[in-house]
């Protein structure tokens, strides 16, 4: 069946603008996951999303990421007044449930210019 | 707080050379243990997990790892490597109730054909 995908799978902005980061996770995943990826780095974990639950925001860096996700569907992971060292990968995954295997997407490559 | 080390950033081996990668974890409680691998171009996928029960686990393409919850440890192994193994290998933690995975920096793996 469809993986996890993300939308763009680039995104080249200036800093100082916002971005939206969009992730379709595989169907019936009742958890979501949003990690990011600098250089050289490991994944860095950001929020997480299960069922209609409050998100786990403790991996946000800032009060400029902000994520929403619609029922058991779409998430979008906001970054407002972007900075140069927002500039990674950011992953996406999901899974059946939070005890479950995480499937990841192909990411999206953000860079602040 | 949680963390996860692997202790080789980039290891060059030739093709039938054996293969270990270590794997150490900070959590004092259950944990459920996984390597991912990322081939040039794709995306993460699972490469093999320890819930529970056998501490020794094997995963796809004939890669095992084991669990030694005494020395906090989950190293991957290979008896004899391939070109296309060539790849970043992350370890991951998931620790008690927590939803999102902590994950070592990753480990480069170039194998010589």
């Known amino acids: 069946g469809a993986g996890v995908s993300q939308s763009p799978s680039n995104k080249v902005t200036e800093k100082g603008k916002d971005v939206e980061l969009r992730c379709d996770p595989i169907s019936g995943h009742t958890a979501l996951y949003w990690y990011r990826q600098r250089l050289g780095q490991g994944l860095e974990f950001l929020i997480y999303f299960q069922g209609n639950s409050a998100p786990d925001k403790s991996g946000l860096p800032s009060d400029r990421f902000s994520a929403e996700r619609t029922g058991e569907s779409v998430s979008t992971l906001t970054i407002q007044r972007t900075q140069q060292e927002d500039s990674a990968v950011y992953l996406c995954?999901?899974?059946?449930?939070?005890?479950?295997?995480?499937?990841f997407g192909p990411g999206t490559r953000l860079t602040v210019l | 707080a949680q963390s996860v080390s692997q202790h080789n950033h980039h290891v060059i081996l030739s093709e039938a050379a054996s293969l270990e990668l270590g794997c150490n974890y900070s959590y004092g409680g259950t944990v459920n243990l996984f390597w991912y691998v990322q081939y040039p171009g794709q995306h993460l996928q699972l490469l093999l997990k320890?819930?529970?029960?056998?501490?020794l686990v094997k995963g796809i393409k004939g890669f095992e790892a084991e669990f030694i919850k005494s020395k906090f440890s989950f190293n991957l192994r290979k008896p004899s490597v391939q070109w296309s193994d060539t790849a970043e290998y992350f370890c991951?933690?998931?620790?008690?109730?927590?939803?999102?995975?902590?994950f070592g920096k990753g480990t480069k793996l170039s194998v010589k054909p």
């Open positions: 320890y819930f529970s029960g056998d501490p």
């Open positions: 995954a999901s899974s059946l449930e939070p005890v479950d295997t995480q499937y």
């Open positions: 991951a933690v998931k620790g008690g109730s927590q939803g999102n995975l902590i």
